[in-house]
């Protein structure tokens, strides 16, 4: 696994003095009012960890402030991303005046975050317009410690307004000598697959819209574990944040966000099969949450269990190739393959298509040899 690139994080101390004739406020939700992008709970950890003192002690987050306290909330501050143009080959598939297609490789987060500053999307991307200078980019204040490794919070095909953006670094204010890398839609660190990238802030917000409104159009093709009974379906499941591990989604009971996800089977082989997945709303992780809740985890997907024999264990032939398989590509066999919207500008509709990765395209050759 790539080392995630965890930055020292710098102290920032906020002092407040409760004016007279301010009204009583929990200590919490007035921190929560004051510090830059604070949310509650993060406020909350801040005061349970002993970083907040009133009139130099610690208090509750429930202590009603008064006329007079002084309050310290000290916070170890992420240090501002800079934001480096770096020279990284990109498969560009389409560009005009307005927009850029490219073809995403494994591996390649999209854009900065916490834990991820460099070999981004956006990097490259900056280099290739021809800007040289870095730019700093401050990252949240009181962000939790668990979003340094979010390294591949992203969603496989949401418009980014829809995001939870607790590990998302806003880079579409970012203007320099008038380029802006305006980002639509992401797609997963280790998915591969097609990208529309704006230019203009025009054509941002007009593919916005149709990723939005869910008229663009984009297919992916995965590979699966075990033999789904039905050659196509629907699962349709509410997806939020996992009970069991805060960096995973799962579907849910009770609250999460709506998801419906169509698949096809397009190929099975023994012990697992090639789907095509259409999406009908973009949540995070939708496709590895949404295969793994119906028994087909995405093959090699390590945050969801994919990255084990599930099936055919029984078979030592099998089972020693499925190992190699797994060990020689540590990723999700997820591929952005199609990608289509009508462009802002010429209101003409573009369509593309892509070819597997290789890594995908071999391990579909060998699981041929396995076909019953």
């Known amino acids: 696994m790539e080392k995630i690139q965890h930055p020292d994080r710098i102290e920032k101390v906020y002092e407040f003095t409760i004016p007279k004739g301010q009204s009583s406020e929990r200590l919490d939700n007035f921190l929560t009012r004051m510090i830059p992008n604070a949310t509650r709970t993060k406020v909350q950890k801040a005061i349970a960890a002993e970083r907040v003192l009133v009139n130099s002690k610690t208090k509750k987050p429930s202590y009603k402030i008064a006329p007079m306290d002084h309050i310290l909330c000290t916070v170890m501050k992420l240090p501002p991303i800079e934001l480096i143009p770096e020279e990284i080959p990109l498969n560009i598939v389409y560009e005009d005046d307005y927009l850029i297609v490219v073809n995403k490789p494994a591996g390649m987060c999209v854009h900065p975050g916490i834990g991820n500053r460099y070999g981004t999307l956006v990097n490259a991307l900056l280099y290739y317009f021809g800007i040289r200078d870095s730019i700093n980019i401050e990252v949240t204040d009181l962000d939790d410690d668990d979003n340094e490794n979010d390294n591949d919070e992203l969603a496989e095909s949401d418009d980014l307004a829809e995001q939870d953006n ?60 075990g033999k789904p009974k039905k050659e196509r379906g629907t699962i349709d499941g509410n997806i939020g944040r996992s009970p069991n591990d805060r960096k995973a989604f799962a579907v849910v009971e009770h609250g999460g966000k709506p998801a419906i996800t169509d698949y096809e089977v397009l190929e099975y082989f023994l012990y697992t099969s090639l789907l095509k997945f259409n999406l009908h709303t973009g949540r995070t992780h939708q496709i590895r949450v949404h295969a793994a809740s119906i028994g087909h985890k995405l093959f090699g997907d390590v945050r969801y269990g994919g990255d084990k024999v599930l099936f055919g264990r029984e078979n030592p032939q099998w089972r020693n190739t499925a190992l190699k398989y797994l060990t020689a590509n540590p990723r999700q066999m997820l591929h952005a393959k199609t990608l289509g919207f009508l462009h802002p500008i010429t209101k003409q509709w573009m369509d593309f298509d892509s070819e597997l990765p ?8 060998n699981m041929r040899k396995f076909i019953k």
């Open 166 to 225: 607790e590990s998302y670094i806003n880079i579409n204010d970012i203007q320099i000598n008038g380029v802006r890398p305006f980002l639509v839609h992401r797609i997963d660190k280790d998915t591969t697959g097609l990208l529309v990238v704006a230019k203009t802030l025009e054509v941002h917000r007009g593919l916005s819209e149709q990723f939005s409104k869910k008229t663009s159009t984009r297919e992916y093709n995965a590979i699966v574990w």
């Open 358 to 365: 290789d890594d995908m395209l071999e391990q579909i050759e």
